[in-house]
């Protein structure tokens, strides 16, 4: 976990020279599926499904409805193989497939059509009345010690679980999956603003709730929200 | 700008710092605001801290399952491929 997290914080905005290599190699074996090539769709597979699983159980917080979306994905990805041109990455189109499927999941549990993204404009998709952060303190450890800590799971599950789905949705496409802001919206069916404004609640979220569990009470600040 | 108006400028310098130099009212802010460069750190170690979470362990009978299950579907999709 600690060498992840050097990679992470040593990465700068554009596509590191490994990625576009992995992103290429992932072409390559999509054009090799794409006539007929199992082989090479198992390297697809192999590559994405541990991805596509974790996507799904972070959306979906339990694990049988994520190994249908994953399923369901892999099938999907057969039967619509021959509709990719590389107008995006690979691992951007997986992910968008097994977005959607996740998102059935949800509309499913809610009663609602499995079809149609909403759109509307709803008050929390403004910055209006945006949630102050309140406790503020420097955290005791640094991330990449933190990472070593076995209660960590546990603790960064229960908070990317109490998300709106809404929030939880962008905060894992966006900020874990590495998607754009574009790519984001275009997914979910929302416009770029509105991602924007959901990807701004769930971080300052989950900061409160990770702050108060690992902030140092010593190091604790008063906000002054008028403070010019 | 206040740390309200801060807050709401947040995703654009936390996704891209070089947006301070189009945005000298945030600059000056968060220079002389300790609330909010807590907030701003908090923040990246939080994203951090996702973006370094190992992939949730799969069941290893439902990769049998599901490789099973691909396996069948590509035959219909590909019916004369080798596998």
Known sequence: MTDSLSAIASRPGAPNPSEVGAAAHEQELLRRAQQGDFTAFEGLVDRFQPRVYSLARRILGQAQDAEDVTQQTFLSLIEHIDQFRGQSAVATWVLRIAT???LKVLRKRRGLPTVALET???PEDSYA?????EFIAQWKDNP???AE???LRQLLDAAIAELDERYRMVFVLRDIEGLSVRETAETLGLTEANTKVRLLRARLQLRERLTRALG???TRVVPDHAHR | MTCEELLKALN???DDESVLAICQDFAEH???CNPCQVVVDNIRKTILLYQAGEPYPMPPEFQARCRQALREQWKKKFPNAQI
């Open chain 1, 120 to 122: 509307s404009v709803e």
């Open chain 1, 149 to 151: 800590n076995k209660e």
């Open chain 1, 216 to 218: 140092d009470e010593a």
């Open chain 2, 30 to 32: 968060l220079a002389g």
């Open chain 2, 12 to 14: 654009d310098y936390i």
């Open chain 1, 100 to 102: 959607n499927h996740a």
């Open chain 1, 144 to 146: 990449a010690n933190l």
């Open chain 1, 129 to 133: 009345s945006l949630p102050h952060p």
